[in-house]
């Protein structure tokens, strides 16, 4: 059975860190692209970033690029998601998802059960 | 504003056939694969239709996709009160190198 389970949210004040894990089970992780997929309260689904099965390639969306960082452990099946100068527009429910192949461009076919971000001072 | 252009929101009676859209370019649906996403309140979204048409097991026969030139489709038949949720569709873009989201459309089950 896959499993993804996340851990690291947290309220955090503008300008700070954060990092998300999302511990990965029931497949062959090093096979498989994994992304970063956020939700605003009240909002629709927002992709992140997404990283290659060997970790070699990397994408991220504009909000986030410079400031966000994802990577895997592949002998720990776990990705993170490095989250430096956050700001209050990246409050959000972020998921962990895996992708349905090794390529960063395909979607997802099993998610996280989301962790809750909050940027406020 | 998003990329995908999907109707804010959707409306069906128990039993009844409805389909939502999912309208975008030929760098996103034009070009890659199509997948559908449900997202019951409060809960994590849910694979229901990926590469354009196909169904995950556990997926019920109810739910179809289907893809033509920059346009995407998810039916959905049979409808019951347990398919009221928010549908979302996906699909890379390889002008921006991101994976676009539509809006999502809000599915009410009179």
């Known amino acids: 059975e896959v499993q993804l389970l996340q851990s690291g949210g947290d309220l955090v004040q503008p300008g700070g860190s954060l990092r998300l894990s999302c511990a990965v089970s029931?497949?062959?992780?090093?096979?498989?692209?994994m992304s970063w997929v956020r939700q605003a309260p009240g909002k629709g689904l927002e992709w992140v970033t997404s990283?290659?099965?060997?970790?070699?390639?990397?994408y991220y969306a504009d909000s986030v690029k410079g400031r966000f960082t994802i990577s895997r452990d592949n002998s720990k099946n776990t990705v993170f998601l490095q989250m430096n100068s956050l700001r209050a527009e990246d409050t959000a429910v972020y998921y962990c998802?895996?992708?349905?192949?090794?390529?960063?461009?395909?979607?997802?076919?099993?998610w996280g059960q989301g962790t809750q971000v909050t940027v406020s001072s | 504003q998003s990329v995908l252009t999907q109707p804010p929101s959707t409306s069906g009676t128990p039993g009844q056939r409805v389909t939502i859209s999912c309208s975008g370019s030929?760098?996103?649906?034009?070009?890659?694969?199509v997948y559908w996403y449900q997202q019951l309140p409060g809960a994590a979204p849910k694979l229901l239709i990926y590469r354009n048409s196909q169904r995950p097991s556990g997926v019920p026969d109810r739910f179809s996709g289907s893809k033509s030139a920059t346009s995407a489709s998810l039916a959905i038949s049979g409808l019951r009160s347990e398919d009221e949720a928010d549908y979302y569709c996906a699909a890379w873009d390889d002008s921006l190198n991101d994976e676009v989201f539509g809006g999502g459309t809000k599915l009410t089950v009179l």
């Open positions: 990283i290659s099965g060997s970790g070699g390639t990397t």
């Open positions: 029931g497949f062959t992780f090093s096979s498989y692209a």
């Open positions: 998802a895996k992708v349905e192949s090794s390529s960063a461009w395909d979607g997802a076919d099993y």
């Open positions: 030929n760098s996103n649906i034009g070009g890659n694969y």
